[in-house]
């Protein structure tokens, strides 16, 4: 380190000396002509001062850059005292103590005490350069930890704003699942009314007159339809639907709907469809999907009562592990169709926004909305293995994204026109079923068909029936009965009567796979429909 001792001894040869003496020992000085440059010189890299006593007169200055000196500093000062000097006593003592650090040499000097002297000041100035040197390290070790945890505190900001995120998913998707259990739980005993509504129906119709008497009847089936309608909605939402999917062109799909969506959106509404070449064919039911669209292009045609733009597009979309995006959070990894159908009406208010999907939440004045529309969208992607996100701006219009499995099978085509179908007769039908009303009319409807019927009202009297040995050509059977279900039902009885036929009546249940013949057939059924499945698992 450089030393740098100044040095203010104006009387005689007093600086020349000092200089000499000290430099002896290696230490570079700088003498100063008066106070003014004196001060002039002060620095940070001053080492100390050798002042004479008898140049002591204004120090205002010198008193002011000491009192200013940084907390690590406190400046080494060597004072020559004089004999005679005009201060004395306490007052000269209080003196030298405000200028801090003094060591004081009476004279004559003798070479070795200024040396000590200066050799001491400037020990304790190198310890206050050290003492800088660490409070620069502390200081800029604490600048790095207020930086890390600066930067820990905006990463735990940003993992409790993603935990509060998803918490508040989570809590959406347990109320959506606990909606979904009411609804479909609500939508299978709906189910079981109107089956016995349709089955007594079925079989008084050929005894209801013309007239008045036959446009009531029309009128009673109309009503069951609408029904039927409104819980395969409440299923969709509770993703209990019997979904039938099948690889899909969207292509052909979404072009064959074209017609359909003009006549419903009224000539104010300009209708773009794009539908790129190539795209993965999807692994949907058609009708559900069908359904979907005209729900969502409805909301859109009543969010723009004064006419605007609606375009559906279709693309491929790709999720990660960890999703990314807009893509919904419960999406699995892997390659989607994604159909988005976009509007250009008067939006969704936020405060709205985490309610669309309930079931019978509407907007719309009573009697012009079920609230089931965008429930049942939402249901019937889940349940296709997809997910639906919405994007929507109040004034600017809203973007619905359907996000649907993708598949490599290739695209079945449409079912053709199915032939009417002769009912059996003479054959024996175990009916199994919990529910009194509807086993009475689906008993009366069976019978109208020809075949004879053996009722049970559970599965446990089924099976008894079997053991007893009575000849029975097929099983009928409910799934959703206490005890045992549908499923166990055919079990046992295949247990005691291997391949026999069964039909599995079910308004939302998944069933297992029993092979070729089981049938499944939503309720409420038709007489034809059930003649139909009948007819397919009896043999000739």
Known sequence: MRTSILVLAPEGRDAEVIGSVLGEIGLETQSCLDMAALCRSLGDETTALVLSEGALGDVGPLAAWLEGQPPWSDLPIVILTSRGSRLAGRGRQAFFQSLGNVTLLDRPLHREALQSAAQAALRSRTRQYRTRSHLDQITQATSRLEERVA??????????????????????????????????????????????????????????????????????????ERGAKLTQSLLSFARRQMLMPEATDLGDLLSGMGPLLERTLGGQIAVTIEVPPGLPAVLIDRAQFESAILNLVINARDAMPAGGRLSMTAFVATAGRDGGGDLPVELAPGTYVAV?????????????????????????????????????????????????????TPGAGTAI?????????????PDAPAADVEPGAGRTILLVEDDAIVRMGTMALLENLGHQVIEADSGEEALAVLSD????????????????????VVRGARQLRPGIPALIVTGYADTPD?????????????????????SAILPE
């Open 151 to 224: 930067d820990r505190t905006r990463a735990l900001q940003a993992e409790m704003a993603d935990r509060r995120r998803a918490e508040t998913a989570l809590l959406q998707a347990q109320k959506m699942e606990a909606l979904g259990q009411l609804t479909g739980g609500v939508a299978h005993d709906f189910n079981n009314l109107l089956q016995g509504i349709v089955s007594c129906l079925a079989v008084l119709e050929p005894t209801v007159s013309d007239g008045t008497p036959r446009q009531l009847f029309e009128a009673a089936n109309r009503s069951i």
């Open 340 to 392: 988005r159908v976009e509007d250009s009406g008067s939006g969704i208010d936020p405060t709205v926004m985490p309610h669309v999907f309930e079931p019978f939440f509407t907007t719309k004045p009573v009697g012009e909305g079920s609230g089931l529309g965008l429930s049942m969208v939402h249901g019937m992607a889940t349940q296709s293995g997809g997910g639906i996100h919405i994007d929507s």
């Open 401 to 413: 994204t359907l996000y649907l499995p993708s598949t490599s099978t290739g695209t079945a085509m």
């Open 469 to 488: 040995g009575a000849e029975i050509d097929a099983l009928v059977t409910d799934f959703a009965m206490p005890g045992m279900n549908g499923a166990a």
């Open 514 to 534: 029993f092979g070729e013949a089981v049938r499944l057939l939503r309720k409420p059924f038709t007489p034809h429909q059930i003649a139909d499945c009948l």
